[in-house]
């Protein structure tokens, strides 16, 4: 009874100490060019869902998703990201392999 009555106490004195945090949200885009942070983290995931499914290692995925994402957020609008057509997304795909090239086996890191 006694190490349960300890217990308890314990549980209740952590408890009261925990600090509530506000988390926000991610930010909204203002603008149709501009790329809220939600859009950004959703755009370098599908990048490197694709490259994982082709065997690309972590250390250079890592590496052409943020080139690529980069690349986008320089040189296109968010709505037109948003509807791209299949031939514009293969016509936008060749752009990025040649402005994001793979990396020699020496260059990563």
Known sequence: MAI???LLI???LLSACTIPVEVKAP????HDTEYSTQ???EMWQMCSVQYQAVGVSQLE???LCDCAVDY??????RGKVLILTPSESKELGLILKKECPRLGPNQLI
């Open 4 to 6: 349960q009555l300890k």
């Open 27 to 30: 930010e909204k885009a203002t």
């Open 10 to 12: 314990i549980i209740v």
């Open 72 to 77: 986008m957020k320089k040189n296109l609008e």
């Open 39 to 41: 859009d950004i983290r």
């Open 61 to 63: 995925y890592y590496y």
